[in-house]
Nanobody, 126 residues
Framework: QVQLVESGGGLVQTGDSLRLSCVVS????????MGWFRQAPGKEREFVGA????????YYSDSVKGRFTISRDNAKNTVYLQMNSLKPEDTAAYYC???????????????????WGQGTQVSVSS
């Protein structure tokens, strides 16, 4: 059974930092590109970024580029999302997801992802 379990969310203030973790089990983690998405109430799920299976390439949406960093530890089956300089507009439920796709043009598309976590809430107060 494949499981993706996010943790690390919480309530913070503008300018603060948070690190989200996503622990994966039930699949060959090092074979998957891992993505992070977020969804605010009443909005569609939005691509945040992704990291290739080796960790050698990362991709970010323009809204988080320069503030968020994705990394992974294949020995721990874990992917991380370091979020700095948080803004109220970053408030959302954050989800990790796994895909066998690797071409950048596919990564923002939720339908390309085979497995999803349950999400962790991040709330940023002004």
């Amino acid at each position: 059974q494949v499981q993706l379990v996010e943790s690390g969310g919480g309530l913070v203030q503008t300018g603060d930092s948070l690190r989200l973790s996503c622990v994966v089990s039930g699949l060959t983690f090092s074979s998957y590109t891992m993505g992070w998405f977020r969804q605010a109430p009443g909005k569609e799920r939005e691509f945040v970024g992704a990291i290739a299976w080796s960790g050698g390439r990362t991709y970010y949406s323009d809204s988080v580029k320069g503030r968020f960093t994705i990394s992974r530890d294949n020995a721990k089956n874990t992917v991380y999302l370091q979020m700095n300089s948080l803004k109220p507009e970053d408030t959302a439920a954050y989800y990790c997801a796994a895909t066998t796709a690797f071409a950048m043009r596919y990564l923002p598309n939720t339908s390309r992802y085979d497995h999803w976590g349950q999400g962790t809430q991040v709330s940023v107060s002004s």
